[in-house]
């Protein structure tokens, strides 16, 4: 790993690592010199016939070959976040292989576009448990041992601009990303004590299968970035600590501008 790398030494779990943005900020994070677990629930490509091949296309395996490539080093983890089974046994894999977790980054999100009044049920309960369930179930296997370390860490989730104001058609994504939103920023009083920074970071519009699959009416407005912009908000974030940066909501556009290196922290 490079050195001087600001994350050197730390142990990070990525979830959603398989593609799009949380496939970016794995690589990123890993080049900042972190050990990296990717976790998500694809392992094995898909067919080549599938559509949206490009922005699919993506397994665990893959992006920590990417990694290891790139002079890093990565365990890929197959994890679906809607499965305790699966949130334990990441858990247990990171300690047993790196011995420890400092950085935590919940990223794994699925959409939820359908006019309430057409509502799939199951598209509903899926929403609120990969994009709610999963992120609060994630920190609490987690947590003991990040206390147990007692040197601090953190933690974000990935939410949307969806959580703030009307987007068509999208009731339930703009309800479970709320939702998580507020699960975080009360996470991150409730774990201030251990030092552990809990923010919030939103992507803006970026060029993924999620985005590109829905089609997002009424985002046209908003500009499309590259899954890379993203990149240097989610590193500095990773450094943080509760003592530095913690119990915020940010964008990633207004990185550098009002919050990042050398900003203060706002207080409440
Ligand atoms: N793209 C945008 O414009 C945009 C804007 C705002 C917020 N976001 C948020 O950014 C995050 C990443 O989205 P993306 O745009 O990169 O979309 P994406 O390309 O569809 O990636 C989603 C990731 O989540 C993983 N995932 C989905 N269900 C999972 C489950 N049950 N368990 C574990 N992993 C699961 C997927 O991996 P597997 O399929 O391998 O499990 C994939 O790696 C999401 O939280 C999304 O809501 C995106």
Redesign the pocket.
């Known amino acids: 790993m490079p050195a001087g790398g600001e994350l050197n030494g730390k142990v990070a779990i990525i979830?959603?690592?398989?593609?799009?943005?949380?496939?970016?900020m794995s690589l990123a994070i890993a080049a900042a010199g972190a050990q990296v677990v990717v976790?998500?629930?694809?392992?094995n490509e898909p067919p080549p016939d599938s559509p949206f091949i490009k922005?699919?296309s993506?397994?665990?395996n893959d992006t920590a070959r990417q990694i290891a490539e790139a002079g890093g080093e990565a365990l890929p983890v197959p994890?679906?976040?809607?499965?305790t089974e699966?949130l334990r046994n990441l858990v247990e894999r990171t300690i047993k292989h790196f011995g420890r977790i400092d950085i935590v980054v919940?990223?794994?999100?699925?959409?939820c576009e359908s006019p309430v009044a057409e509502l799939d049920e199951a598209l509903l309960d899926?929403a609120i448990?990969?994009?709610i369930r999963?992120p609060i179930l994630l920190c609490k296997y987690v947590l003991p041992a990040m206390f147990e370390q007692k040197g601090g860490g953190s933690i974000f989730?990935?939410?949307?601009?969806?959580s703030l104001g009307y987007r068509e058609g999208r009731v339930g994504?703009s309800m479970s990303?709320a939702a998580l939103d507020r699960a975080y920023l009360s996470l991150a009083e409730e774990v201030r004590e251990h030092n552990i920074a809990v923010n919030v970071l939103?992507?803006?519009?970026?060029?993924?299968?999620?985005?590109r699959?829905g089609d997002?009416p009424g985002?046209a407005h908003i500009p499309?970035?590259q899954?890379g912009s993203i990149d240097a908000a989610a590193v500095w974030l990773a450094a943080q600590k509760a003592s530095t940066f913690t119990g915020q909501r940010v964008e990633r556009a207004d990185f550098g501008i009002t919050w990042g290196p050398g900003i203060p922290m706002p207080t409440a």
């Open positions: 979830t959603g690592g398989s593609r799009g943005i949380g496939r970016s976790a998500s629930r694809t392992e922005y699919g993506g397994t665990i994890c679906d976040v809607t499965k699966d919940s990223n794994a999100g699925v959409d899926r448990n990969v994009n999963g989730c990935i939410t949307s601009g969806a994504y990303k939103s992507p803006g519009r970026v060029d993924t299968w999620m985005n699959n997002w985002t499309m970035e899954p």
